[in-house]
C-alpha cells in the first residue's frame, strides 16, 4: 500500500479526529515523552534566560554604566515582554497551531539572548531583554498547550505538568550558575542562545502540531493595549522609586488603568476572538489560579531577582559564591516540585499554593538580620523553607493553570495564569529594590524590609488562594 492511499484512508476514517477542524485538538502521540522533553528543555532554557542577570547585575550594570535608579530596568525587561505577550502567544498558539508558536519562540529567543550578550547601552540591553521576555511567553504559553494534547488523560496530564513545573525551577536553578561559571555575563548568553537554537532546530523536527481553532482575526487591540498598560505600569513601578508623588507617576498609574479599561471594553463587545474570556474571572478555580501567579511573582520572583545583588554589594560575594548560595534554594525547589506530582491525587493545587506561600513566608522571616550581621550562614534556613515552597508553587500552578479552563484553550489558560504571575514579577522587582535601597538604615536595613513585605504578601496569597476552598468543589 502507498503512503499516498494510507493517509487517503486516514483521514476519511471517521473515527479520526480532523485536527484542523474548528473546537478539536490533534490526536496525541502514542509516545508524549519527545514533546516533554523538548517543551521542559525550552521552559529550562527559557527560565535561565530569565534568571541570569540576578549574579551578573553588578557586571551588568558596571558595564552598561546603568545608574541604580534604572537597574530595575535590567531585570524588568523579561518579566515585561512575559506580561504583555503571554495572553496573546497563548491565543494565537490555540487558534494556530502551539508547535508552531513554540519553535518560533524557541528561534527567537535564541537570537535575542545572543543580541542582548552584543548590547552596549541600558536601553540596548532592556530592549533585548523585553524582546526575549516574548519570546519565551511564545515558550510558556504554547508549551502546556502541547503537553495536554500529547498526554490526555488526567495522569498523564499530571504527570507531564509535574515535570514541566520542576524543570521550570530547574530553570531557575541553572541560570544562575552558568552565569556565574563563564568569563563574562556576554558569554553566558552566547551559551544560552545557542542552546536555543538547538531546541528550536530539534523541536521542528519531532513536535506534531495540535491547535483548536476558532475562526475570526488575532485581537491585535486587545494585544497591543495589554501590553502598553503594562508598559505604563512598570515605567510607573520603577520611576516610583525616585518619588511616587511625582507628575509622571501619577500620569503613568491613570494611563495604565484607562489603557486596562479600555482592554476590558475590547474584550467583552469589540473582539470576535478575545485574548482571555472575561467570564472566566468568576470561575474560582481560575481566580485561584491567577492569584497564585500574581503572589508568586511579586513576593518570591521579586525578592528572590534582586536578592542576589544584595548580596553581592552587602557581603562582598562573588557572583559564583551566590550562585551555589543560591542553589540550596533553587536546586530544593527543583527536587520538591518533581516530587510534588505525587500530592497532586490527594492534596488539590490550591492547598499545595497555601503551604508553598506559607512557608516562603517562613524563609524570608528566617532571612531576617542577615546581612546587618554580614552572616550568609544565617540565611540558609530560610533559603531551605522558602525553597520548598517555591517547589511546591511551582508543581501546582501549571497543573491549575490548564485544569481550570477547557482543554481546547489549555494555552490561552497556561498564558493567562503566567501573565500574572510576570506582571506581579515586573510589580516585585522594582518594589524590592525601592525597599531595599529607599531606606535610611542602608542596603541591609532595606533588604530587612523587603523580606518582611514579601512574607506579608505570601501570608496574603495563602489567605486569599484558601479562601476559594468552598466554592472550587
Not at 76 to 93: D, E, H, I, R
Amino acid at each position: 500500500m502507498t503512503r499516498f492511499s494510507e493517509r487517503t484512508i486516514k483521514r476519511a476514517s471517521p473515527s479520526t479526529p480532523d485536527p484542523e477542524a474548528p473546537g478539536s485538538l490533534a490526536p496525541p502521540a502514542r509516545d508524549g515523552r519527545p514533546t516533554l522533553a523538548l517543551t521542559s528543555a525550552a521552559t529550562a532554557v527559557a527560565l535561565m534566560t530569565y534568571t541570569a542577570p540576578m549574579v551578573t547585575l553588578p557586571d551588568t550594570a558596571a558595564a552598561l554604566h546603568t545608574p541604580l535608579s534604572a537597574q530595575a530596568w535590567l531585570l524588568n525587561g523579561t518579566p515585561l515582554g512575559l506580561a504583555a505577550l503571554l495572553l496573546v502567544a497563548g491565543s494565537l498558539a490555540d487558534d494556530y497551531g502551539r508547535r508552531r508558536i513554540f519553535v518560533a519562540g524557541t528561534l527567537a529567543l535564541g537570537l535575542t539572548t545572543a543580541l542582548g550578550g552584543l548590547a552596549t547601552s541600558t536601553w540596548a540591553f532592556t530592549l533585548a531583554r523585553v524582546a526575549q521576555g516574548a519570546a519565551s511567553a511564545a515558550i510558556l504559553a504554547s508549551s502546556l498547550g502541547l503537553l495536554v494534547a500529547a498526554f490526555p488523560s488526567p495522569r498523564g496530564r499530571l504527570h507531564a505538568t509535574g515535570v514541566w513545573g520542576a524543570f521550570v525551577s530547574g530553570g531557575i536553578a541553572l541560570g544562575p550558575l552558568v552565569a556565574g561559571a563563564m568569563p563574562s555575563w556576554r558569554v553566558a548568553y552566547a551559551v544560552l542562545g545557542a542552546a536555543a537554537l538547538i531546541v528550536a532546530g530539534l523541536s521542528f523536527r519531532t513536535l506534531t502540531e495540535s491547535r483548536s481553532p476558532r475562526g475570526g482575526r488575532p485581537d491585535i487591540a486587545g494585544a497591543v493595549t495589554f501590553g502598553l498598560a503594562l508598559v505604563a505600569l512598570v515605567a510607573a513601578l520603577t520611576l516610583g522609586r525616585d518619588g511616587w508623588l511625582r507628575p509622571q507617576v501619577g500620569l503613568l498609574f491613570a494611563t495604565t488603568v484607562v489603557l486596562l479599561a479600555l482592554f476590558t471594553l475590547i474584550e467583552r463587545r469589540h473582539s470576535p476572538t478575545p485574548m482571555i474570556d472575561l467570564s472566566l474571572l468568576r470561575s474560582p478555580r481560575f481566580l485561584a489560579s491567577s492569584l497564585g501567579g500574581l503572589v508568586t511573582g511579586l513576593a518570591v520572583i521579586g525578592l528572590f531577582s534582586f536578592l542576589p545583588a544584595l548580596l553581592q554589594q552587602t557581603l562582598g560575594m562573588s557572583a559564583m559564591d551566590t550562585a551555589w548560595l543560591f542553589l540550596l534554594w533553587s536546586g530544593l525547589s527543583f527536587t520538591v516540585a518533581l516530587q510534588a506530582k505525587r500530592l497532586a491525587g490527594r492534596v488539590p493545587p490550591r492547598w499545595q499554593l497555601t503551604v508553598g506561600f506559607l512557608l516562603h513566608a517562613g524563609g524570608a522571616l528566617a532571612m531576617l538580620g542577615a546581612l546587618d550581621a554580614g552572616s550568609w550562614p544565617r540565611l540558609l534556613p530560610g533559603l531551605v523553607l522558602s525553597g520548598a515552597g517555591s517547589g511546591l508553587l511551582n508543581a501546582a500552578l501549571p497543573l491549575l493553570a490548564v485544569e481550570s479552563v477547557p482543554p481546547a484553550r489549555a494555552a490561552m489558560g497556561s498564558g493567562a495564569q503566567q501573565t500574572f504571575r510576570y506582571i506581579g514579577s515586573c510589580a516585585g522587582v522594582a518594589l524590592t529594590i525601592a525597599l531595599a535601597t529607599s531606606s535610611g538604615g542602608g542596603l541591609a536595613h532595606g533588604a530587612d524590609v523587603a523580606m518582611v513585605v514579601s512574607a506579608a504578601v505570601a501570608v496574603l496569597g495563602a489567605a486569599g488562594v484558601a479562601a476559594q476552598r468552598e466554592r472550587t468543589r
